[in-house]
């Protein structure tokens, strides 16, 4: 079983930077895939960001050059750096890790951009 803990998450102001962490414990021998997804209010469930364990990044169109993946393989973490926030950043952001063939998710974290 795996175990994925997610922090970072918050109120901030539209332009401003919150980073979201993912730590993973457990029965791990190897993580390929990580990343992130978002869920807003009335919305589907959303890719923001995903890292192969080569270090290959893809985000969606929305976020890209404001946010940043990051992965340290001898940490099971991953990253989300966010800059330039916009209110419609707002959602509860999710992270997953793929060891070996199962997907396991976070427990999600509020990211609320307002003034």
């Known amino acids: 079983q795996v175990q994925l803990v997610e922090s970072g998450g918050g109120l901030v102001q539209p332009g401003g930077s919150l980073r979201l962490s993912c730590v993973a414990s457990g029965s791990i021998f190897r993580i390929y895939g990580m990343g992130w997804h978002r869920q807003a209010p009335g919305k589907q469930r959303e890719l923001v960001a995903e890292i192969s364990n080569g270090g290959a990044t893809n985000y969606v169109d929305s976020v890209k050059g404001r946010f940043t993946i990051s992965r340290d393989n001898a940490k099971n973490t991953t990253c989300l750096q966010m800059n330039s926030l916009k209110p419609e950043d707002t959602a509860v952001y999710y992270c997953?890790?793929?060891?070996?063939?199962?997907?396991?998710w976070g427990q999600g974290t509020q990211v609320t951009v307002s003034s």
């Open positions: 997953y890790v793929v060891v070996d063939v199962k997907v396991y």
